[in-house]
């Protein structure tokens, strides 16, 4: 069984900045998209950010446009999400995930498994 484990988070003050990894040793990360969701409190789980596994292309939900950046290193079988300029709205428990669909990356839940513990990221003042 494929499992991503999702590291880096913490408590930052608005405006700050945290780097998520995602990594696993079960399987090759270039191989697949690779997506990030946040789940926040009394909240439905949403897409963040995806990383195409043809060419490396980034895909951010609006709320995050501008401020989040996914990336590979491939020699680390690692993805990272770069977070800054974090907000409050931003709190959430973020999960990273492998998505099996061959056609370009969506927010699609179902093309997703191999879903880690998540990784606790507070935005607050």
């Known amino acids: 069984q494929v499992h991503l484990v999702a590291s880096g988070g913490g408590s930052v003050q608005p405006g700050g900045s945290l780097r998520l990894s995602c990594t696993t040793s079960?399987?090759?990360?270039?191989?697949?998209?690779v997506g990030w969701f946040r789940q926040a409190p009394g909240k439905e789980r949403e897409g963040v950010s995806c990383?195409?596994?043809?060419?490396?292309?980034?895909y951010h939900t609006d709320s995050v446009k501008g401020r989040f950046t996914i990336s590979r290193d491939n020699r680390k079988n690692t993805v990272f999400l770069q977070m800054d300029s974090l907000k409050p709205e931003d709190t959430a428990v973020y999960f990273c995930?492998?998505?099996?669909?061959?056609?370009?990356?969506?927010?699609?839940?179902?093309?997703?498994?191999?879903w880690g513990q998540g990784t606790q990221v507070t935005v607050s003042s």
């Open positions: 995930a492998r998505d099996l669909s061959f056609s370009q990356c969506t927010f699609d839940e179902g093309d997703y498994d191999a």
């Open positions: 079960d399987i090759t990360l270039d191989y697949y998209h």
């Open positions: 990383i195409s596994r043809y060419d490396g292309g980034q």
